[in-house]
């Protein structure tokens, strides 16, 4: 279950802007939340945090591990692609996935990769840029992409970000990698509550993935 007195994964997303995808977010509720981040030192001494939850709160996993990467940038698409493998070693492949960074242009290209899946003659404004360095990470980030029945991402501040502790002090916080496995299933979307997708109280144009219009 949920920690108590913090934010779930699920209400950050709700709060927090999805870049390039128009909707209210409240109305997307996913099966699973995913929070990244990647943190770099000159020293070599960064890390990468992972935080994985289900749409009631209940925690899935938590990763903490040590990592040198090259600068910020890097270790920002590092994270998201060890976070998306290890939801994919717990998820169903129908899964819907909510993920939230708090890099605009990793949140950025993650939906424009989602909206050019959905729709090949799509052309966003600008071409996908990826820093240099993170091109394999981000070619893994594009097959997870395409691994589940939905996915978006949300943009939030880093001083809410979960995993940023995690990325932070990953030898401080390495007992989490202890922890047993958990494969959670989540109880269906539909029609459980209001606002849900599938809900038919409520019209549905405004749910579908789609480009901004501004």
Request: charged residues 25%.
């Amino acid at each position: 279950m949920a920690v108590h007195g913090r934010q779930s994964l699920r209400d950050l997303f709700d709060e927090s802007p999805t870049p390039h995808i128009a909707h209210p977010p409240r109305t997307h509720h996913r099966h699973f939340y995913v929070a990244t981040d990647g943190s770099y030192r000159p020293t070599g001494d960064g890390g990468l945090g992972v935080v994985i939850e289900a749409r009631d709160g209940t925690r899935v996993a938590r990763v903490a591990v040590p990592d040198a990467a090259p600068n910020n940038n890097v270790s920002e698409y590092r994270a998201l692609h060890l976070g998306l493998d290890v939801l994919a070693a717990r998820a169903p492949p129908n899964a819907r996935v909510g993920v939230l960074v708090d890099h605009d242009d990793l949140a950025g290209n993650v939906n424009t990769q989602v909206l050019a899946a959905a729709d090949p003659d799509w052309h966003p404004r600008r071409a996908t840029s990826v820093p240099a360095g993170s091109e394999n990470h981000w070619r893994g980030i594009q097959a997870r992409i395409a691994g589940f029945a939905e996915l978006r991402a949300a943009r939030i501040d880093g001083r809410e970000n979960p995993a940023h502790p995690l990325a932070n002090a990953p030898t401080e916080y390495a007992h989490v990698n202890r922890r047993k496995p958990r494969c959670v299933l989540p109880e269906p979307l539909s029609p459980t509550e209001p606002g849900d997708v599938d809900d038919p109280q409520f019209p549905p144009p405004s749910r579908f993935e789609r480009r901004a219009s501004d």
